[in-house]
C-alpha cells in the first residue's frame, strides 16, 4: 500500500515535470526532454533559402560580400540557424534584416557576431528597444523580458528606414519597404528583386485571422490597406514567404489584403448598426470565398474585433 503512494506520487511528480517542460519548450517530446532545434531548409533559388522551424520563417541570402539574413527566430535558435547555414555557404553573415519586432522573429539575433549589422524598419527599432509583448499573447514564464537589454544591447538595429531603402546592387540588390500600420506599425516587406522572392513577415503570416499587435502600433483598420499597396508594389514577385506558412503568391497577397478589409469593414458596419462587440465576434464565420482560411480561435476574433471597434469613430 505504502509502496504504491510512493509509486503514484513519483508518477504525479514526473507528469508535473513533463507539463512544465511542455509550457517552457513548446516542442518537447514525449520524453519530457527538449527536442532538439532543428532547422528545417527549403531552396527556393540556388542563392536564397527559406528556413522554417523555431519561431518565423527565415530568408538566407548568399551575396557576394556575406549572407542576409531576414528575421532569426526564438530565443536559442540563433546558433541553431547558424549552423543551417554553414550547411549551404561558407561565407559570413554580414547582415540581419528583422521583418518586425516579435521575439520569434528577432530573438536569435543576440547569437550572432556583434559585428553583424542590423537593419529594420525605424518604428520597428523603437519596439525592440522597448519589447512590449505583443497584444493577446501571454510570454512564456522563462521568456526573456527585452533580449537585447539582457545582452548589452547586442543584436539592436544601428541602421532604419521609413519608407523604402536599397541595399547592395544588382543582381544582389535588397528593396525595403513600409507601407503602413498592420500586424504592428513597422512591418517591413523584404524584396529580392533578380530572383522574384518577396519576404512579407508576420503581417502576411498564413491564410489566418492576423494577430493585429495593438500594443506594437498593429491595426486593424489599416492592414488590409497596407497588404493592398505591398500586393500593388509587388511588381514581378512570384514566391512570397509568409511570417509561419508556405511559400504564397502575389495573388494570395491580394486576396488576404481583401479578406483583412472586409473584415473591417464588417465590424464598422455592426458598429454603426448599433450592434456589440461579442454580437460580431459571436456570429462571424469565414466568407466562403476565402478557401483554405483557418477559423480563428475565439479570443483572438474577439481580440481584433475590438480593436477595429476602438479604432472606428
Ligand atoms: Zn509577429
Redesign the pocket.
Known amino acids: 500500500m505504502k509502496r504504491q503512494m510512493v509509486l503514484g506520487i513519483l508518477f504525479a511528480a514526473g507528469a508535473l515535470t513533463l507539463t512544465v517542460n511542455a509550457l517552457q519548450q513548446p516542442q518537447a517530446g514525449a520524453s519530457g526532454q527538449p527536442a532538439p532545434r532543428v532547422v528545417e531548409v527549403d531552396k527556393l533559388k540556388d542563392n536564397l533559402f527559406m528556413m522554417r522551424g523555431g519561431g518565423?520563417n527565415s530568408a538566407v541570402f548568399i551575396t557576394s560580400a556575406g549572407v542576409v539574413v531576414v528575421d532569426t527566430k526564438n530565443p536559442g535558435w540563433g546558433q541553431p540557424l547558424l549552423d543551417k547555414i554553414k550547411t549551404v555557404t561558407d561565407k559570413p553573415v554580414t547582415m540581419i534584416i528583422n521583418?518586425?519586432?516579435?521575439g520569434?522573429?528577432v530573438s536569435g539575433n543576440v547569437e550572432f557576431p556583434a559585428t553583424v549589422e542590423v537593419v529594420t524598419q525605424e518604428n520597428t527599432a523603437k519596439n525592440m528597444e522597448a519589447m512590449r509583448p505583443?497584444t493577446g499573447i501571454t510570454p512564456a514564464p522563462d521568456a526573456p523580458k527585452n533580449i537585447f537589454k539582457e545582452n548589452g544591447g547586442r543584436g539592436m538595429p544601428k541602421r532604419t528606414f521609413k519608407d523604402n531603402l536599397t541595399l547592395g546592387k544588382g543582381d544582389e540588390r535588397i528593396e525595403l519597404h513600409y507601407y503602413g500600420r498592420g500586424?504592428?506599425n513597422g512591418d517591413a516587406f523584404v524584396v529580392f528583386p533578380a530572383l522574384r522572392v518577396m519576404h512579407a513577415?508576420?503581417i502576411f503570416?498564413g491564410k489566418n485571422v492576423p494577430?493585429l499587435?495593438a500594443n506594437n502600433g498593429g491595426s486593424g483598420v489599416e492592414i488590409g490597406k497596407t497588404l493592398g499597396k505591398a500586393a500593388d508594389g509587388a511588381k514581378g514577385v512570384e514566391q512570397i514567404i509568409t511570417?509561419h506558412s508556405t511559400v504564397m503568391t502575389v495573388a494570395d497577397l491580394r486576396e488576404y489584403a481583401a479578406f483583412n478589409n472586409e473584415f473591417a469593414a464588417t465590424v464598422q458596419a455592426a458598429k454603426k448598426a448599433g450592434k456589440t462587440p461579442d454580437d460580431v465576434a459571436n456570429t462571424y464565420k469565414i466568407p466562403a470565398q476565402y478557401k483554405g482560411y483557418a477559423e480563428p480561435q475565439a479570443a483572438r476574433l474577439r481580440a481584433n474585433v475590438q480593436i477595429v471597434w476602438d479604432e472606428t469613430k
Open positions: 518565423g521583418t518586425h519586432t516579435h520569434d522573429h505583443a500586424h504592428t513577415g508576420d503570416s494577430l499587435d511570417g
